[in-house]
């Protein structure tokens, strides 16, 4: 009988890279498996914010409910600045146009400086702050502490400012000439009501008595003393008649008599 012996047939080795491709059929990859899930999170947080910017775009959610004025007013009234505050203020904090708003509250006539802060979720708070006037600015404006010309009118019976006037709007200049002239008359028992500067650069003061002085553009604190001079010794006893005193000479000055 014979017997026929079968060699055991021992299974096929794979090579390495078809061991790797089969594992990869088998088992999706770690990388892949993270990239899905930060694309699925992005997807999440875009979804949320859009959301919430869908829900601060809206004027309708959490609209500006409350509003708070605050600073020493004394000139401008709270019923001007609400005017303006409510043509920004039917909406939310979100879509507040704060930077217009602030520039439409500075252009009123006093108000020198305005800041908003957001109190979240629905409260504004304005902060205001008034010029002080220190001084008219020709017939129509008035002069700050600062220098800065502004818009502005003083109650009826307020006459204890100095009119100041440049035509190239020099407003701290004139100021600091203003009391350099104070200075420069300390010796002259007359109250300095105006000082004004003309567009060549001439110098005219006038006393409260009603005498103008013509200083000119050059020299101006030597022909004051002059000026003070003179007073002293024989204007101050005839100033009910003099006008004018002009200074604009080298030598001496001119009197134009009432």
Same mark, same amino acid.
């Given at each position: 009988?014979?017997?026929?012996?079968?060699?055991?047939?021992?299974? @096929?080795?794979?090579?390495?890279?078809?061991?790797? =491709?089969?594992?990869?059929?088998?088992?999706?990859?770690?990388?892949?498996? @993270?990239?899905?899930?930060?694309?699925?999170?992005?997807?999440?947080?875009?979804?949320? /914010?859009?959301?919430?910017?869908?829900?601060?775009?809206?004027?309708?959610?959490?609209?500006? =409910?409350?509003?708070?004025?605050?600073?020493?007013?004394?000139?401008?009234?709270?019923?001007?600045?609400?005017?303006?505050?409510? @043509?920004?203020?039917?909406?939310?904090?979100?879509?507040?146009?704060?930077?217009?708003?602030?520039?439409?509250?500075?252009?009123?006539?006093?108000?020198?400086?305005?800041?908003?802060?957001?109190?979240?979720?629905?409260?504004?708070?304005?902060? /205001?702050?008034?010029?002080?006037?220190?001084?008219?600015?020709?017939?129509?404006?008035?002069?700050?502490?600062?220098?800065?010309?502004?818009?502005?009118?003083?109650?009826?019976?307020?006459? =204890?400012?100095?009119?100041?006037?440049?035509?190239?709007?020099?407003?701290?200049?004139?100021?600091?000439?203003?009391?350099?002239?104070?200075?420069?008359?300390?010796?002259?028992?007359?109250?300095?009501?105006?000082?004004?500067?003309?567009?060549?650069?001439?110098?005219?003061?006038?006393? =409260?008595?009603?005498?103008?002085?013509?200083?000119?553009?050059?020299?101006?604190?030597?022909?004051?003393?002059?000026?003070?001079?003179?007073?002293?010794?024989?204007?101050?006893?005839?100033?009910?008649?003099?006008?004018?005193?002009?200074?604009?000479?080298?030598?001496?000055?001119? /009197?134009?008599?009432?």
């Amino acid at each position: 009988m014979l017997i026929h012996q079968y060699k055991r047939k021992h299974p @096929r080795k794979l090579s390495l890279i078809q061991r790797i =491709d089969f594992a990869k059929l088998l088992n999706p990859s770690t990388q892949l498996i @993270r990239r899905i899930r930060w694309i699925a999170t992005l997807m999440v947080i875009l979804g949320a /914010v859009l959301w919430f910017r869908n829900l601060f775009v809206n004027p309708a959610h959490w609209p500006i =409910d409350e509003i708070s004025i605050q600073g020493n007013l004394n000139y401008v009234t709270e019923s001007t600045l609400r005017e303006v505050i409510h @043509r920004y203020s039917q909406t939310n904090l979100y879509q507040l146009d704060d930077v217009n708003l602030e520039n439409e509250l500075e252009a009123l006539a006093w108000v020198k400086d305005v800041k908003l802060r957001k109190s979240w979720p629905s409260s504004l708070i304005i902060y /205001v702050e008034e010029h002080k006037a220190v001084a008219y600015w020709g017939e129509q404006q008035l002069l700050d502490q600062y220098g800065e010309v502004f818009d502005g009118k003083l109650p009826e019976g307020r006459a =204890d400012f100095p009119q100041l006037y440049s035509p190239e709007n020099k407003g701290r200049e004139m100021g600091e000439r203003y009391l350099q002239v104070l200075r420069w008359l300390k010796e002259v028992p007359l109250q300095l009501v105006s000082l004004q500067e003309d567009a060549r650069g001439s110098w005219v003061i006038s006393f =409260d008595e009603g005498l103008l002085v013509k200083i000119g553009v050059h020299d101006q604190e030597k022909r004051l003393r002059r000026f003070v001079a003179a007073y002293q010794v024989f204007l101050s006893k005839q100033l009910d008649k003099i006008n004018v005193v002009d200074l604009r000479y080298t030598n001496g000055f001119a /009197v134009e008599w009432k």
